[in-house]
């Protein structure tokens, strides 16, 4: 019965499964791992690897958005400098993001270079869609998704200033918060697409918990 589903060889009663993915998928900001074990009562190791099956499970179900009409998008690196490394951009545990928000409709992730950008275009953004940037140079590749790119130059001004980006820098101010208050570490760039994915799929659905 579970054979080829997030359940597939468990051990665990699948109660304890469906009580993980209410609290991960109902909760209004992220559990980390440690809490999901408090309130499951399972071993961290099994917990962990339950955790990241279903935030795996939830960015997978997100993949299967496209987004639509008019589109706010930004690019930001996630993650903190490891003792020793490199500061800012060129942070060995910081990983790239582009996040965009549709306007009225649905949101989505990627990264930020411009195989990346086309390659997250022409999978998550229908045909036609005006996307906003701030100008970086590599979301100009969502033309190669049949999208026309609209750029507002920030230059000295801050985005989070401007109302053009007001909702795409919200979002990207609410996962920032999420993320400092709820982890102490983890691997952003092995482990970032289970994160922001999780994270699109509560924000899609904040409006509709039954969904």
Request: charged share 20%.
């Amino acid at each position: 019965m579970t054979a080829d589903t997030l359940f597939a060889s468990t051990k665990l009663p699948l109660t304890t499964w469906f009580l993980a993915i209410y609290l991960l998928s109902q909760a209004k900001t992220e559990l980390s791992a440690l809490a999901l074990k408090r309130q499951i009562g399972v071993s961290y190791p099994t917990d962990w690897l339950m955790h990241h099956k279903v935030m795996k499970a939830m960015a997978d179900r997100e993949a299967a958005h496209r987004l639509f009409g008019a589109a706010e998008v930004d690019d930001a690196y996630l993650g903190g400098e490891q003792a020793g490394g490199k500061p800012g951009r060129g942070s060995e545990n910081k990983a790239p993001a582009a996040f965009t928000v549709s306007l009225g409709n649905k949101g989505d992730l990627g990264t930020s270079t411009n195989d990346a950008i086309s390659k997250w275009a022409r999978s998550n953004l229908a045909p036609g869609t005006a996307v906003l940037s701030d100008g970086l140079a590599c979301f100009g590749a969502v033309a190669d998704a049949g999208c026309t790119h609209c750029v507002e130059v920030v230059g000295k001004r801050k985005a989070r200033d401007l109302p053009q980006f007001k909702w795409v820098n919200t979002v990207l101010g609410n996962l920032k918060m999420m993320l400092s208050g709820d982890y102490k570490s983890f691997g952003y760039s092995k482990y970032a697409d289970h994160y922001l994915g999780a994270f699109a799929y509560r924000f899609n659905r904040r409006f509709d918990l039954a969904d």
